[in-house]
């Protein structure tokens, strides 16, 4: 898992499946809805910060991208 995320995902407080293999999450309703709103989140700082610099808005799909180390 990408390091970013994974550490978005310990945020909410995951929990581990019960297999107990360290790739598996379980995210209840409130944690699942909690990770994607940090997403979010960081994807408006992204945003916010290309808008700051004046980038064209071209750019932001790229940042984002980078941001959470995404290859395509």
Known sequence: MNPRIQEL?????????????PQIYEFTPEKLEKFAELI???CAGVVADAVDHREP?????????EHFGVKK
């Open 57 to 65: 808005a071209s750019t932001y799909v790229s940042k984002i991208k």
């Open 40 to 42: 979010v989140r960081e």
């Open 9 to 21: 995902a310990k945020q909410t407080g995951y929990i581990w499946h019960a297999s107990g293999d």
